[in-house]
């Protein structure tokens, strides 16, 4: 007899064959989606705009003029008149020292000085009883010249009390410590009991006449950056309120190793916002396109020394096109270009992979909020 096959065994099969078939469909629809749908891309108008070309910059806040002002005598301080952030003049008193043995030493001299002029006196009045003496013939010359030479010795020991009576009181007024500059001071550096040697600063001010970045810009921008060229200052933290400045200063040295050169950017500052040593962004005008075609910089791809955007069309071709680049700014999410482009062209963002003739879709602009 025939063997008589089982329902059992053919069902099984069955599953195993619709199961693969679902599958080989599934990756027949992904191919088709990922394979054969166009690309989706964002894109952005060609647009027409003045451009100011700017080069950047970081640096620290200085002054022209930092003065540490210290004393020149050895002692201690009695008391401190200023503090950080006070605004100061030229000749203004900042500090005193303890004054106590310069006085004592000054009343010593004026003792001697004293002494000396009373001396002086009673040897002019002996030297003139001389000379009556002399012309009436009772004293004889070597007589009369021991009175002439002992006045004019007198007179000298006077001449010498007064000079050392000047140098004492004037190392008296050096215990009054002065400015020799107007500004802020940003430093003090004693405090009233702290025992201070010659030459030790107590305070530092800063001339805030003239108030600069140092800013350090690469070197590769060494022919375009000029003295007196218009800048713009963003201090660290105030990036809504930038300030104007212009260039004072391009150092004819750069630094070989950071490939960096020094521009010293001079701008104008309340006093009482001075922080020296603050950190701060410039940004120097170089030049301007007025009027130019602008695409943004997401749009530019390079491609060895050359630079490239893309262009959709109507039905969602895509067209590579050649640009020169021209006026930007590390501020503007646009550059200024030259190339097959006109005004309204739509050009692809992050173009990445793409490559000219492809057919992309374009995605719908976000929805404002």
Partial sequence: MGQVSRPGRVWPVVRTLVM????????????????????????????????????????????????????KLTGRVEKVLVDEGDVVK????????EDTDLRHQVARAKARLEAAKATAQQT?????????????????????????????????????????L?????????TRVVTSVSGLVTRRWVEAGDAVVAGQPMVSVADTSV?????????????????????????????????????????????????EMLVQVAFPLPSGEL?????????????????????????VMPFGNDRFVFVTGPDGGVR???????????????????????AGDQVVLKPIGLKGGETVRVSPPAAKP
Avoid: C
């Fill in 166 to 174: 000047r140098y004492h009181e004037f190392k008296l007024s050096e």
């Fill in 211 to 259: 108030i600069w970045v140092d800013a350090h810009v690469d070197q590769r921008f060494s022919g375009k950056v000029k003295k007196d060229q218009p800048a713009t200052v963003v201090l660290r933290g105030r990036a809504d309120k930038p300030l104007k400045g212009r260039v004072s200063r391009v150092y004819p040295e750069a630094d070989p190793v950071t490939e």
């Fill in 275 to 299: 922080q020296v040593g603050q950190w701060a962004e410039v940004y120097i005008e170089v030049g301007s396109s007025p009027n130019a075609l602008v695409v943004p910089k997401a749009a």
């Fill in 124 to 164: 002019k009045l002996s030297w003139e009883r001389a000379q009556a003496l002399i012309r009436s013939g009772v004293l004889g010359r070597e007589e009369y010249d021991v009175y002439q030479e002992k006045y004019r010795v007198a007179e000298s020991a006077v001449g010498v009390e007064e000079a050392d």
């Fill in 20 to 71: 693969y078939a679902v599958l080989l469909l599934g990756a027949a629809a992904l191919a088709r989606a990922y394979l054969l749908t166009p690309r989706e891309v964002s894109v952005a108008a060609v647009r027409e705009q003045s451009v100011v070309a700017e080069v950047s910059g970081t640096g620290t806040v200085t002054t022209k003029v930092l003065s540490k002002v210290g004393t």
């Fill in 90 to 97: 030229e000749g203004q008193l900042v500090a005193v020292l």
């Fill in 320 to 342: 590579k096109v050649q640009v020169q680049l021209g006026a930007t700014s590390p501020r503007l999410p646009v550059v200024a270009v030259t190339g097959d482009l006109t």
